[in-house]
């Protein structure tokens, strides 16, 4: 299994960035278009925190109160591709993204998702 983030960068506070994950493989016995894919973040002295998931057809997905009505998770199953479109980044949206698949076809908790990218890095600056 390979997930591979891209898109991090360097905004302002208030404008937008689209991070994407490409994933290849099989995981769980099953094709990544199959399992629930999610984003999480970490900021620096911090734990890692969920941001948001997506189920594996994309009739479901669920945000966490801080990112909630800003940022939106879609995917792309032909394309075993994920993305996470940012707007109205606030400083504290500063963290390292992270995207992983779960091990079941629909989001139920964090400890589910068990496959991991490499990270990309989002600075937001005030």
């Known amino acids: 299994v390979q997930l591979q983030a891209s898109g991090g960068g360097l905004v302002q506070a208030g404008g937008s960035l689209r991070l994407s994950c490409a994933a290849s493989?099989?995981?769980?016995?099953?094709?990544?278009?199959?399992?629930?894919m999610g984003w999480f973040r970490q900021a620096p002295g911090e734990e890692r925190e969920f941001v948001t998931a997506?189920?594996?057809?994309?009739?479901?997905?669920t945000y966490a109160v801080s990112v909630k009505d800003r940022f939106t998770i879609s995917r792309d199953r032909a394309k075993n591709t994920v993305y996470l479109q940012m707007a109205s980044l606030k400083p504290e949206d500063t963290a390292v993204y992270y995207c992983?698949?779960?091990?079941?076809?629909?989001?139920?908790?964090?400890?589910?998702?068990?496959?991991w990218g490499q990270g990309t890095q989002v600075t937001v600056s005030s």
């Open positions: 992983a698949a779960s091990r079941w076809p629909v989001f139920s908790r964090s400890a589910d998702f068990t496959s």
């Open positions: 493989g099989r995981a769980f016995g099953r094709t990544l278009s199959n399992n629930a």
């Open positions: 997506i189920s594996w057809n994309g009739s479901s997905t």
